[in-house]
């Protein structure tokens, strides 16, 4: 079967007038709006996804990015409703990415905000190599274009669900996930998700909140 290669423009992220010259942190990147892929069915993108742990040093684009950010915690309906499901609509789940080669974007941890599409920088540096070693010295974590980091925030989970709370939320990962997975396939691109991680040191390396609680990393770059 004869796949068709997706259609990625190469926009360029809008910086807000702070994010202009050395980037510092707390600056913010407007990401490029996410296209309709008019070229993928449903069918093809679920034939297509495979776990890439091959990915070349080429890096990707932002459009690709935004696209699939969106794709992992797009909203798409007012009140906030999202790409993917959410128990009780809570959406405990925090999306930041780890960036190191993407076309207009420096290198370094940034937090997504879905409701602006916009990321916003926490610490400037390449940490793939670093987070390579959190991950069990996973080659494929070293050598991806960037990583999506899923963390639980539980304050709200805990009083609306009680003990059941962790459960959805690994459940609302995977829905996440999977989300980024067949944008990924449909942009053309690889991806993997990666469990295999020490959280102590996930925590010590990456600065996310105290209260948050790193849950699940999806790689994605060019193969
Ligand atoms: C929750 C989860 C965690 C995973 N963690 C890793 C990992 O740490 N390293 C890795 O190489 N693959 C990891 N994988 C990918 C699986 O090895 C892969 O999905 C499996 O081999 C099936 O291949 P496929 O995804 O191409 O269908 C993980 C998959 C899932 C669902």
């Not at 050598?143 to 003990?163: I, N, T, V």
Request: a positive charge.
């Amino acid at each position: 079967m004869k796949v068709p290669e997706p259609q990625v423009t190469s926009a360029a992220p809008r910086m807000t007038r702070a994010a202009k010259g050395a980037p510092v942190p707390g600056q913010r990147w407007k990401l490029p709006e996410p296209k309709a892929a008019r070229d993928a069915t449903l069918r093809l993108v679920l034939e297509r996804r495979r776990s890439t742990r091959d990915f070349t040093a080429e890096p990707v684009a932002v459009q690709q990015v935004s696209q699939l950010l969106w794709a992992a915690q797009g909203i798409t309906a007012p009140g906030g409703l999202r790409t993917a499901p959410s128990a009780g609509a809570v959406h405990p789940i925090k999306s930041y990415l780890v960036v190191s080669r993407v076309d207009g974007l420096p290198p370094g941890f940034y937090s997504y905000d879905p409701e602006d599409r916009s990321l916003i920088l926490l610490q400037e540096g390449d940490r793939q190599e670093l987070l390579s070693k959190v991950c069990m010295d996973q080659q494929c974590v070293a050598d991806s274009a960037c990583a999506l980091l899923l963390s639980a925030w539980y304050g709200r989970m805990r009083r609306e669900f009680g003990g059941a709370a962790e459960k959805l939320v690994f459940l609302e990962s995977g829905h996440i996930g999977q989300n980024w997975h067949l944008q990924a396939a449909a942009l053309g691109l690889g991806s993997i998700s990666i469990g295999k991680w020490d959280a102590t040191a996930m925590k010590m390396l990456l600065p996310i909140p105290r209260d948050e609680e790193p849950i699940y990393l999806l790689l994605a770059g060019r193969r």
